[in-house]
């Protein structure tokens, strides 16, 4: 059984910066998604199994950056120059069948419990 344990969501203003972390129980391709209240859960970015290639949303380019240690089974996604549109609930996942990075939410067959992300106007 993959576990998923995150952390780093937060209460930020517009144009700040947080780090989110996911501590997997093994080597997994992760991807990170989010959540907005009445909204559908939206792909930001993934990373590979070893950490070779990585995937982002087109409004999370230049702002946000996936990356592992694999040599603590760990995701980040640091986000800086946060927009009160990035509001929402974000979950990590990993695709335990997957070794590249995908964007498509049917690879992904393990969630995290998701944390708060909330950025002020």
């Known amino acids: 059984q993959v576990q998923l344990v995150e952390s780093g969501g937060g209460l930020v203003q517009a144009g700040g910066s947080l780090r989110l972390s996911c501590a997997a129980s093994?080597?997994?391709?992760m991807g990170w998604f989010r959540q907005a209240p009445g909204k559908e859960r939206e792909f930001v970015a993934a990373?590979?199994?070893?950490?070779?290639?990585?995937d982002y949303v087109d409004s999370a380019k230049g702002r946000f950056t996936i990356s592992r240690d694999n040599a603590k089974n760990t995701v980040y996604l640091q986000m800086n120059s946060l927009k009160p549109e990035d509001t929402a609930v974000y979950f990590c996942?990993?695709?335990?069948?997957?070794?590249?990075?995908?964007?498509?939410?049917?690879?992904?067959?393990?969630w995290g419990q998701g944390t708060q992300v909330t950025v002020s106007s």
């Open positions: 996942a990993a695709a335990s069948k997957a070794y590249s990075a995908t964007n498509y939410v049917g690879d992904y067959d393990y």
């Open positions: 093994g080597k997994y391709a």
């Open positions: 990373i590979s199994r070893i950490g070779g290639s990585t």
